[in-house]
C-alpha cells in the first residue's frame, strides 16, 4: 500500500513540470558533426572529458592552436543527472530556468596527459564527441523516470521552479547568460527594496555595458529605478558591497578557526575549497539549521563579516509546493500579505528561515546583527556585514549563520577589515534602447515604475561614460518588487498551512519534503529503474 501511494505521489509530481522543453543528445566524431572544436563554440557549453569509463569536468581551460588544457573538477550530481538522462532517452525535457545545466559538451580521449589536477590533449585525439541540442516540435514525453532519477541524486536542485524576480542577462561577446536576479524575494510593494549585486565586467576597455532585463516567470515586474555603479581602485583591490549598499575594501582576511554545524565539527576545506559548499542541511531541535564559525580576536578594527551566497532551487521548489496547499485562495493570500507592514513581513520571513539570520555571541546570547534578504540563484554573491565595535572586545568572535533547512549556500566565509580610504564611485544612468519613457522610468526612486509583465520582450539596457583608464569594479543598484500571477486550483488545506505557521515550520516542511524524495529514490531502486536510467554509454 505505501509503494503505491508513493508510485501515485510521484505521477502527480509530473505535473509540475511544465512549460518545459525537448532535447535530445547528438553524437558522432568531431568533424562530421563539427561539434566544440570552435572555440567560440566551447564557451557556449560546460566541457566534460570520458577517458575509459571515467569522465569529469573541465574548468578554467583555454585553447592554444590544436591544443587544450584545464583543470580537472568532479561531476555535479545535477549536470549527471541530465546527462544520464540525455543517454537513456532518445528525446527530454527540461523545465524553464534550468537550460544552463543541459549545455554540455562531451569529449572522449583514449588518454590524457596531466600534471596534477591539470591535463593537456590535442584535439585531433578527440574520437567522439556529443552535444545536447534542443529537439523543436516535440509535444510529448514522460517525466516519470527522469523524476526519479532526481530523488536517486540526492541533490537540493529540483527543476519545479526558476527563481522569481527580475532576470539580469549580459552578453560576454559570444552570447547571453543569466547574470543576476533584482530585489529577489520583494513580492509585493511592501516588500520593495534596494538590491545591490555584483555583475561582470564584461569588456573593461569599453566605456558602454549593454545587459538585458527578462520577465521568465509567471509575474509582473516594477522597476522603480536602475543604475550601473562603478566604483575606480587600485589594482588588486577587492570591493564588496554590504546590503545597504556601502561600498568596502576588504583587507587582512581570516578564517574561522573552527567550524560546526548541528551535526558537529566541520573542515574548513567544507567552505574554502572552490568545489564546495556547505547547504544547511543540518537541523536543530527548533527546526532551523545552523553554521557555527569562531575566529580569533586579532585586535580587529573596523571588522565585517564576509560572506558568499546564494539560494539553491531547491528552496524554490519548497516554496512552490507550498502556495499549491493555498489552492483556489491562493492570490486571495497574495492580496492580503500586500496590507501587512514592512515588519510583519519581514517577521514572517524570519519565522520562516527563508532570511539568513547572521548573529554573534556576546554576554552567554545571540544577537542578531543582520537579516539577509534573499539573493538569488544565478551565482555565489560575496556580502560584508559590519560587526558592531562593541562585539570586538571579546578574545574570540564567534558568528551563527541560522537558516532554513537548505534555503541558503554558503561557500565562503571569513572575518576580515575595511581599508579606511575613501571609495571613488560613480553612478551612472540607464537607458532603455528606443524608449525614453522606460527609461525616465528607471532614473529616480518615485512613484514612475517600468512595468514588464510575463511573456513579454526583453528590456534592452545601455549604460555609458565608464571611465576605462582606472581599474574598476560594477554593481548593479536597483529598486523595485514583483506580484506573482500564478494561480491554483481545489480547496485549501488548511491543517497543514497552519502547522506551517509556525517558528521552524517551513524549515520541517522542506525537510519532509526532502525526505520524501529520498523514499521516492528507495522505491525506484526497489523498482529497478534506477539502473536502467543511470546506464553509462558504451
Request: charged letters at 25%; glycine letters at 6%; aromatic letters at 12%.
Amino acid at each position: 500500500m505505501k509503494k503505491v501511494k508513493l508510485i501515485s505521489w510521484l505521477l502527480i509530481s509530473v505535473m509540475l513540470f511544465n512549460s518545459c522543453s525537448f532535447y535530445r543528445l547528438r553524437q558522432g566524431s568531431p568533424k562530421k558533426y563539427h561539434v566544440g572544436l570552435e572555440e567560440s563554440e566551447m564557451k557556449k557549453n560546460r566541457i566534460f572529458i570520458h577517458v575509459g569509463d571515467a569522465y569529469f569536468e573541465l574548468v578554467n581551460w583555454k585553447k592554444v592552436d590544436n591544443t587544450i588544457s584545464g583543470v580537472i573538477s568532479s561531476v555535479p550530481p545535477e549536470i549527471n543527472l541530465y546527462y544520464q538522462t540525455a543517454l537513456a532517452k532518445k528525446n527530454f525535457r527540461i523545465s524553464k530556468g534550468d537550460h544552463f545545466k543541459i549545455l554540455q559538451l562531451h569529449l572522449f580521449l583514449p588518454e590524457i596527459t596531466h600534471s596534477g589536477s591539470e591535463i593537456y590533449f590535442d584535439v585531433n585525439q578527440i574520437q567522439k564527441a556529443q552535444i545536447i541540442e534542443h529537439n523543436i516540435g516535440l509535444t510529448t514525453f514522460s517525466w516519470v523516470v527522469s523524476s526519479a532519477a532526481i530523488a536517486t541524486a540526492s541533490i537540493g536542485i529540483f527543476l519545479a521552479v526558476a527563481c522569481s524576480c527580475p532576470h539580469v542577462y549580459l552578453n560576454d561577446g559570444e552570447q547571453w547568460y543569466f547574470s543576476n536576479s533584482m530585489f529577489t524575494g520583494a513580492m509585493n510593494p511592501t516588500l520593495e527594496r534596494f538590491d545591490y549585486k555584483k555583475i561582470k565586467d564584461v569588456n573593461k576597455s569599453s566605456s558602454e555595458l549593454n545587459l538585458e532585463i527578462r520577465n521568465e516567470e509567471r509575474e509582473i515586474q516594477y522597476t522603480n529605478l536602475l543604475k550601473l555603479v562603478a566604483v575606480y581602485h587600485e589594482k588588486g583591490d577587492e570591493i564588496i558591497t554590504t546590503s545597504d549598499g556601502d561600498f568596502v575594501n576588504i583587507v587582512n582576511s581570516y578564517q574561522p578557526r573552527s567550524l560546526s554545524n548541528d551535526e558537529g565539527i566541520m573542515t574548513n576545506k567544507n567552505l574554502f575549497d572552490n568545489h564546495n559548499s556547505y547547504s544547511f542541511n543540518s537541523m536543530d531541535k527548533t527546526g532551523f539549521s545552523n553554521l557555527q564559525a569562531s575566529f580569533e580576536n586579532k585586535n580587529l578594527k573596523n571588522a565585517h563579516l564576509v560572506l558568499e551566497l546564494k539560494n539553491p532551487k531547491w528552496g524554490g521548489f519548497v516554496y512552490h509546493e507550498f502556495t499549491k496547499l493555498f489552492g483556489d485562495y491562493f492570490q486571495t493570500w497574495v492580496h492580503s500579505n500586500a496590507k501587512k507592514t514592512k515588519r510583519q513581513l519581514q517577521k514572517n520571513m524570519e519565522k520562516a528561515g527563508i532570511t539568513l539570520k547572521v548573529e554573534i555571541f556576546n554576554k552567554r546570547k545571540w544577537k542578531t546583527i543582520e537579516q539577509i534578504n534573499l539573493v538569488g540563484e544565478a551565482k555565489f554573491e560575496k556580502i560584508a556585514i559590519k560587526i558592531p565595535d562593541n562585539y570586538l572586545k571579546n578574545k574570540d568572535i564567534t558568528i551563527r549563520l541560522r537558516s532554513g533547512f537548505q534555503f541558503w549556500e554558503v561557500n565562503y566565509l571569513a572575518i576580515a577589515e575595511k581599508e579606511n580610504t575613501n571609495i571613488v564611485f560613480e553612478e551612472l544612468d540607464a537607458k532603455v534602447l528606443g524608449d525614453a519613457t522606460k527609461s525616465e522610468a528607471l532614473v529616480t526612486n518615485d512613484s514612475n515604475y517600468l512595468i514588464h509583465k510575463e511573456g513579454e520582450t526583453p528590456i534592452k539596457v545601455n549604460f555609458s561614460g565608464l571611465k576605462t583608464n582606472l581599474e574598476r569594479t560594477l554593481f548593479l543598484k536597483s529598486k523595485g518588487y514583483y506580484k506573482t500571477t500564478q494561480n491554483f486550483e481545489g480547496k485549501p488545506n488548511w491543517n497543514m498551512l497552519f502547522s506551517i505557521n509556525k517558528n521552524g515550520g517551513f524549515s520541517y516542511f522542506s525537510k519532509a519534503k526532502f525526505e520524501q524524495w529520498n523514499q521516492m529514490a528507495s522505491l525506484v531502486s526497489d523498482l529497478g529503474l534506477t539502473e536502467k536510467l543511470l546506464q553509462t554509454n558504451k
